[in-house]
């Protein structure tokens, strides 16, 4: 079992800027750990479904956005200490949403989300 613990997050004006964090303990059902997996951001905006923000494979090498904040936003990881971060600058009140980190199954964000974070509020104020 893989649990998946989220910082960050609150009230912002726009054009400010906000850093989440996600730490990952345990393994999966398949013996796996964090640094062997790949993460992903997801954000689920009032009244709407959850969709892909940003994803990371697991050694960092390549990376993913979602268009709508592809220059603003940036994700990493640190594997030595089981955390993926989302950088968020410029931000919008379009981009007001609860954020969910999630860990996936395999290497790549192309494979299935498996552990949720618990998400986090995010609110950008015009």
């Known amino acids: 079992q893989v649990q998946l613990v989220q910082s960050g997050g609150g009230l912002v004006q726009a054009g400010g800027s906000l850093r989440l964090s996600c730490t990952a303990s345990?393994?999966?059902?398949?013996?796996?750990?964090?640094?062997?997996?790949?993460v992903a951001w997801h954000r689920q905006p009032p009244g709407n479904e959850r969709f892909f923000v940003a994803g990371i494979t697991d050694s960092g090498s390549s990376s993913e956005y979602t268009d709508s904040v592809k220059g603003r936003f940036t994700i990493s990881r640190d594997n030595a200490n089981s955390t993926v971060y989302l950088q968020m600058d410029s931000l919008k009140p379009v981009d007001t949403a609860v954020y969910y980190c999630?860990?996936?199954?395999?290497?790549?964000?192309?494979?299935?989300?498996?552990?949720w974070g618990q998400g986090t509020q995010v609110t950008v104020s015009s």
């Open positions: 345990g393994r999966t059902m398949t013996g796996r750990t964090f640094s062997q997996l790949a």
């Open positions: 999630a860990i996936y199954a395999g290497s790549h964000y192309a494979s299935t989300p498996i552990y």
